[in-house]
């Protein structure tokens, strides 16, 4: 089930909570976002009293002087202050994230789609006329193709650098065109694993948009149609 978000647009619905028979049952988690509902076992509405409460409950059993695990038990901690904080748990609801929760993949991630979500917004066209999901896999696509292209560049100019350096004959005890040769191939060998970082990021935030769809206006799906028979 989706659930507009802070922006407007349609995600799925994370770590939510459905009533069964009076119990309250916890749907998981999205994208490795901890979410701290379901850490404590509690409903998205929970008051101040019952939050504390599920944290105690949950704490006593997993505190590591109890033989449980410190890690989880951190995550726990982390949870209870969260939601203990008024502006922070405001935050987490709006956007599905708090720093202190989530994966740093994750908030890389979101931040390059809340730059997509921006474009989105300013974008004058009627909601229904575009796929403004698709329209940011492609950015993020084009984003991959161009870094690509970016680092077969920079290989180009280190093998060139590198020539240079083993080309160089005799040499002075002071090997100052040596040195600044060496230093400038390991500053393009750094700008290359940059890029490759920004590879990964980005399709990281590729893989966030799995699950997404989006409904079209359905004069828009049948003129696409009519293009793709084409």
């Known amino acids: 089930m989706a659930r507009p978000g802070a922006s407007g647009l349609m995600r799925p619905a994370r770590g939510g909570r459905s009533r069964e028979g009076g ?9 490795g976002l901890i979410d701290p509902y379901v ?9 101040e009293q019952a939050i504390k409460s599920a944290y105690r409950k949950a704490a006593k059993g997993a505190h590591p002087d109890s033989g449980g695990d410190v ?3 951190g995550k726990l901690q982390t949870a209870y202050e969260l939601l203990k904080d008024p502006v922070r748990r ?3 609801d709006d956007t599905g994230y708090d720093p202190e929760l989530a994966d740093p993949k994750d908030l890389e991630g979101v931040l390059m789609l809340e730059r997509l979500v921006n474009d989105v917004i300013l974008d004058e066209r009627e909601p229904g006329s575009f796929d403004p999901v698709a329209a940011m896999r492609r950015k993020l696509s084009d984003d ?3 870094n690509r292209f970016h ?4 290989e180009r100019h280190r093998n060139r650098v590198r020539q ?3 080309r160089l004959g005799r040499r002075p005890e002071t090997d100052v065109l040596g040195s600044m040769l060496r230093a400038r191939s390991q500053s393009i060998t750094d700008a290359i694993r940059k890029a490759e970082g920004q ?10 948009l799995e699950g997404y769809s989006y409904e079209l206006e359905a004069l828009v799906m049948v003129e696409q149609r009519g293009e793709a028979a084409e």
């Open 144 to 146: 991959i193709v161009k």
């Open 39 to 47: 850490m404590l076992g509690i409903d998205r509405d929970a008051g």
């Open 90 to 92: 405001r935050v987490y």
């Open 23 to 31: 119990q309250v049952k916890a749907e998981g988690q999205v994208s």
């Open 164 to 166: 240079h350096i083993d």
């Open 151 to 154: 680092i077969l560049e920079l």
């Open 199 to 208: 590879i990964e990021a980005i399709e990281h935030a590729y893989t966030m």
């Open 71 to 73: 890690e989880h038990f």
